[in-house]
């Protein structure tokens, strides 16, 4: 069983950057990680994921060549840059991971065992 911690949540002005970061209580290199955003009133949705090890990676088609995922195992965390924000953008970002999802089954939310508690994305226009 893995806990999970996301921290480096703000407030930006949309065009902005940050970098959320995951840290988890130990060894994630044979999980498959994620991160999902949820907006109030909306349900949870895909951002982008990672493959065990360094990779690959997907993401959603909305944040694609705006974000990047990333993780490094030998610190046990998982990183989100995200570059040229919107308001849009707006949500809480959770982390999350898995050690027996598929690969075609990533961008599903109800796959994942293992859960942080969240930290707040706010993007100003």
């Known amino acids: 069983q893995v806990q999970l911690v996301e921290s480096g949540g703000g407030l930006v002005q949309a065009g902005g950057s940050l970098r959320l970061s995951c840290v988890a209580s130990?060894?994630?290199?044979?999980?498959?990680m994620a991160w999902f955003r949820q907006a109030p009133g909306k349900e949870r949705e895909f951002v982008a994921a990672i493959n065990r090890g360094s990779g690959p990676t997907y993401y959603d088609d909305s944040v694609k060549g705006r974000f990047t995922i990333s993780r490094d195992n030998a610190k046990n965390t998982l990183i989100l840059e995200m570059n040229s924000l919107k308001p849009e953008d707006t949500a809480v970002y959770y982390c999350?991971?898995?050690?027996?999802?598929?690969?075609?089954?990533?961008?599903?939310?109800?796959?994942?065992?293992?859960w942080g508690q969240g930290t707040q994305v706010t993007i100003s226009s």
């Open positions: 130990g060894s994630t290199s044979r999980y498959r």
């Open positions: 999350a991971a898995s050690q027996t999802i598929i690969l075609s089954s990533m961008r599903g939310p109800d796959n994942y065992a293992y």
